[in-house]
Structure formats: structure tokens, C-alpha cells
């Protein structure tokens, strides 16, 4: 996956941004923090997970069926795409 591997820093820096919002769930919990605060600080990080995904989901998109070097190579990306959302739906 090119566009993983080009983007990666960023991509990396994202996740680490995640797991910081994930750490602070827990630290809510742990404190005994309100129902409500905890459930900003999930839906916080949820987004956050749900932009890394499109980002990463539009970059194969982008590099394995707009970009794609041939009709073979297009379908297989699409392919791989449809189970992806498939999955991602579930």
C-alpha cells in the first residue's frame, strides 16, 4: 500500500493521537468521572478513529482503483474495497 507508506508519519501521528484519547477514557474512568464526560471523551475518540479510517479508505480508493496501472489491478481494488466496507459495516 503506497499511499500507507507515503502518508505514514502522518498516518502514525493520527493513531498516536487515538491512543492519547483512548488514554484519557481511562483516566475518566479510573477517576470516577461522570457518565457524560466519559461519553464526550468516547465519541471524541470515535471520531477520531472514523476519520483515520476514511483517510486511509480514500487513499486505497485513490491508489488501487482510480490510480490503478490496469483494468486488472482497478477490479481487485474495488474488490478489496467492497469487503473492506463490508467489514467496516458490520
Known amino acids: 500500500m503506497a499511499h500507507t507508506l507515503r502518508d505514514q508519519d502522518k498516518l ?15 483516566r475518566a474512568l479510573l477517576a470516577e468521572s461522570s457518565c457524560a464526560e466519559v461519553l464526550r471523551q468516547l465519541a471524541s475518540a470515535r471520531g477520531a478513529l472514523n476519520g483515520l479510517t476514511a483517510e486511509v479508505m480514500e487513499g486505497h480508493l485513490q ?22 466496507i463490508r467489514t467496516y459495516l458490520k
Not at 12 to 26: S, T
Not at 66 to 77: C, K, P
Request: charged share 35%; no cysteine; glycine share 14%.
Open 12 to 26: 502514525i501521528a493520527r493513531v498516536r493521537r487515538i491512543r492519547g484519547q483512548l488514554d484519557g477514557v481511562e
Open 63 to 84: 491508489g488501487h482503483v482510480v490510480e490503478a496501472a490496469t483494468e486488472a489491478e482497478r477490479r481487485a481494488g474495488g474488490q478489496e474495497m467492497i469487503e473492506l
